[in-house]
C-alpha cells in the first residue's frame, strides 16, 4: 500500500500465525523461530520456518522498516525491476527453462512478477548444488517485494526428486507465505 509508513513490526508469532502458515506451506506443526531486531534507522523481522522433522521444505521470511526516504528503499526497487528485466530477457512468465537471475543461469527455472505490495518478483530454480549427505536436487524459491516502506523478501528451500515438477509448487508455496506476510503486517503493522 503505496503512502502507508510502518513504524513498528509484531514478533514472528504474531506476525506469522501457525494454523495459516502450516496450510501456506502445505506443512503440519511447523516450528517458528526468529527475532525482531531494531539498530539506526531500521528494525528487522527475519522468521524462519520449518516442520519440526526438517523433513519438508524450509522458509525464511524477512521483512525491514526503514525511514521512507532511505535511499535502500529505491535501490530495492531498482533491484526488482532490474531481475524483472533480466528475468524477461531469459524465459516467458510462468514457463519452466532455463532462466537467468542475478547473473547466474540455471538449467530449470520458473518466475513471475507479484502483484501485491508496491509490486515485485517471485521465482524458483532447480539445479542448487546439494551436499554430499542429501544428493536429490535442492529447489530454492523467493518472493521479493516493497510495500511503503517496507522491504519483504521470503526464501524457500527443499531437496526434491522431482526437481523439475516441484518447481511450481514451490514457487506457489513461496509466494502464498510472502502474501500471508503481506496481509499480517498490513493487520498488525504499526503505522504512522
Known amino acids: ?6 513504524t513498528a513490526l509484531p514478533d514472528c508469532a504474531e506476525a506469522l500465525p501457525t494454523a495459516e502458515l502450516e496450510e501456506a506451506a502445505g506443512s503440519g506443526s511447523l516450528r517458528i523461530t526468529g527475532e525482531l531486531t531494531a539498530g539506526g534507522d531500521s528494525t528487522r523481522l527475519a522468521c524462519d520456518l520449518a516442520p519440526h522433522d526438517w523433513s519438508e521444505m524450509r522458509f ?3 521483512v525491514e522498516v526503514l525511514e521512507p526516504d532511505d535511499p ?4 530495492h526497487r531498482a533491484w526488482i525491476r532490474a531481475h524483472l528485466d533480466e528475468a524477461e530477457g531469459s524465459l516467458a512468465e510462468e514457463e519452466i527453462g532455463a ?12 518466475w513471475r512478477s507479484v502483484g501485491f505490495g508496491d509490486g515485485g518478483i ?8 546439494t551436499d554430499e549427505a542429501d544428493p536429490s536436487p535442492m529447489i530454492m524459491a ?14 524457500n528451500e527443499r531437496h526434491s ?4 515438477e516441484d518447481l511450481r509448487d514451490t514457487i506457489d508455496r513461496t509466494e502464498a507465505i510472502a502474501a500471508l506476510v503481506q496481509q499480517r503486517v498490513l493487520e498488525v ?3 504512522d
Open 1 to 6: 500500500m503505496p503512502g502507508t509508513v510502518y
Open 60 to 62: 525464511r521470511a524477512e
Open 72 to 75: 535502500q528503499l529505491a535501490e
Open 99 to 110: 532462466f537467468t537471475i542475478d547473473g547466474w543461469t540455471y538449467e530449470n527455472g520458473v
Open 122 to 129: 517471485s521465482f524458483a530454480v532447480s539445479d542448487i548444488e
Open 142 to 155: 523467493a518472493t521479493a517485494f516493497t510495500m511503503g516502506n517496507l522491504i519483504v523478501q521470503v526464501s
Open 161 to 164: 526428486f522431482e526437481a523439475r
Open 189 to 191: 503493522g504499526e503505522t
